[in-house]
T-cell receptor
Framework: DGGITQSPKYLFRKEGQNVTLSCEQN?????MYWYRQDPGQGLRLIYY???????QKGDIAEGYSVSREKKESFPLTVTSAQKNPTAFYLC????????????FGPGTRLTVT | KQEVTQIPAALSVPEGENLVLNCSFT??????LQWFRQDPGKGLTSLLL?????REQTSGRLNASLDKSSGRSTLYIAASQPGDSATYLC?????????FGKGTRLSVIA
C-alpha cells in the first residue's frame, strides 16, 4: 500500500522538551514538506525538501529543524525555542517541486503543556 | 507574496443542492491550483489539480475551474450529499510551494 505515514497520531510533551515527529513515504517522491495547522487557519509551510540532503525554510521555520538523509524520510524536530508548539502537524510529498500534486499524511497532533 | 482567500468560510446546504465554493489568489503566476478535502482531525485528501494551462478538471460530481487572469478558481459540487460535509481547501503553487486558503467548512443537511 503506497502512501505517507506519520507517527504518532497524538503526542504530548512538557514545555522545554524537544520532540521529533516522524514522516515516511513509499511513493518514491523526491519532494517532502512539513505544514502546521492551527484552528480556523489554513496550512502554513514550515520546511520543505526537494531532494535528499537539501532542505529550505518555509514561512514559519523558527523553532523547528529537519533532516533529509533518506529519500523516504523527513523528520521534523520541534525545539524548545518554538514559542507556541501546540498544533496539528501535516507532512506531504510530491513527485517533484511546485508543479506536482501533493499528497498528505494523516497528521500528528502535538500538545505541549 | 501570494495570498489565497476562500469565501465563504462556512456554508450549510440541504442535501441534493448544487453548490459552488470560491477561491481567489493574488499572484496569477501559478503552476497549478489544487483543491483538497479535510475531515475533522484528519489529513488532506487531494480532490482535483488544475494545471495553469487548463481551464477546468472534473472528477465524478466535482468540477473545478481556473481563471488565471482574474485570479479565481471555483469548485462545483453537484447533487450534494451528507458525506460531502467537510472542510474544502484550495492551494496555489507558484515559485514557492503551495500557499493555502483557510478553507470553506461545508455542512450538507439530510
Amino acid at each position: 500500500d503506497g502512501g505517507i505515514t506519520q507517527s504518532p497520531k497524538y503526542l504530548f510533551r512538557k514545555e522545554g522538551q524537544n520532540v521529533t515527529l516522524s514522516c515516511e513515504q513509499n511513493l518514491n517522491h523526491d519532494a517532502m514538506y512539513w505544514y502546521r495547522q492551527d484552528p480556523g487557519q489554513g496550512l502554513r509551510l514550515i520546511y520543505y525538501s526537494q531532494i535528499v540532503n537539501d532542505f529550505q525554510k518555509g514561512d514559519i521555520a523558527e523553532g523547528y529543524s529537519v533532516s533529509r538523509e533518506k529519500k523516504e524520510s523527513f523528520p521534523l524536530t520541534v525545539t524548545s525555542a518554538q514559542k507556541n508548539p501546540t498544533a496539528f502537524y501535516l507532512c506531504a510529498s510530491s513527485e517533484g517541486p511546485r508543479a506536482y500534486e501533493q499528497y498528505f499524511g494523516p497528521g500528528t497532533r502535538l500538545t505541549v503543556t | 507574496k501570494q495570498e489565497v482567500t476562500q469565501i465563504p468560510a462556512a456554508l450549510s446546504v440541504p442535501e441534493g443542492e448544487n453548490l459552488v465554493l470560491n477561491c481567489s489568489f493574488t499572484d496569477s503566476a501559478i503552476y497549478n491550483l489544487q483543491w483538497f478535502r479535510q475531515d475533522p482531525g484528519k489529513g488532506l485528501t487531494s480532490l482535483l489539480l488544475i494545471q495553469s494551462s487548463q481551464r477546468e478538471q472534473t472528477s465524478g460530481r466535482l468540477n473545478a475551474s481556473l481563471d488565471k487572469s482574474s485570479g479565481r478558481s471555483t469548485l462545483y459540487i453537484a447533487a450534494s450529499q451528507p458525506g460531502d460535509s467537510a472542510t474544502y481547501l484550495c492551494a496555489a503553487a507558484g515559485n514557492t510551494p503551495l500557499v493555502f486558503g483557510k478553507g470553506t467548512r461545508l455542512s450538507v443537511i439530510a
